[in-house]
């Protein structure tokens, strides 16, 4: 007879095996269990704290830096100086540290160091920060500088939780992996003497 001739097998097909839920696995230890729980409990605390973390901070570092902006620009003020003496080196040197003198806003003439392109000639004029005592500042910060001090440390608030999260959990596992094996060791300090017994006899 063929096999395509042969009779088919009667009778109900086999049943599929069953998915035993992680729950009532008998193999699953209450470590096992704990360590589940806890891994949830911090993947949700990340999922939940870093973009919260992130924005407040940053939010809080560009307001500040806002603020500093406005008292800069409020203290600040930008005037035209002029180089006091020839500049040595040429424009490929970069700046080097030079006199200059300016007046300020009540008729007083000041003079300051500052850096001014190499080869600048004597009399050439420059624009100038000034604080309200008159002396030599840097331009105020504005608020490209703000909003980048604003994401820097909202990048780094966000680093910050994903570090705690990694030693977190790695913590934890280090921890339970060591009571594992010392739980291991008193099982099989108990069965050992019972399993060799069998080979003695």
Do not use: C
């Not at 939010?59 to 500049?87: G, K, N």
């Not at 392109?117 to 005592?133: C, H, I, N, P, Q």
């Amino acid at each position: 007879m063929s096999a395509q001739n042969a009779p088919h097998a009667s009778g109900p097909p086999p049943p599929r095996p069953q998915r035993v839920p992680k729950r009532a696995n008998p193999l699953r230890r209450t470590s096992d269990r704990f360590e589940s729980w806890f891994r949830g409990l911090v993947t949700l605390l990340l999922v939940l704290g870093l973009p919260a973390a992130a924005i407040s901070a940053g939010l809080a570092a560009y307001e500040a830096s806002m603020r500093t902006v406005r008292i800069q620009s409020a203290e600040r003020q930008e005037v035209t100086a002029r180089v006091t003496a020839d500049v040595k080196g040429d424009a490929a040197d970069g700046k080097r540290q030079a006199r200059v003198r300016w007046t300020s806003a009540d008729g007083v003439v000041r003079t300051g160091t500052t850096l001014v392109e190499s080869g600048t000639s004597k009399g050439a004029t420059l624009r100038v920060w000034v604080d309200r005592d008159g002396s030599l500042t840097g331009a105020p910060m504005n608020e490209l500088n703000a909003a980048t001090t604003g994401w820097f440390v909202g990048a780094m608030a966000a680093g910050g939780v994903a570090a705690v999260y990694l030693v977190a959990k790695s913590g934890m596992r280090r921890l339970l992996d060591r009571r594992r094996y010392a739980q291991w060791d008193a099982e099989w300090n108990t069965v050992e003497p019972q399993w060799s017994a069998r080979f003695r006899r």
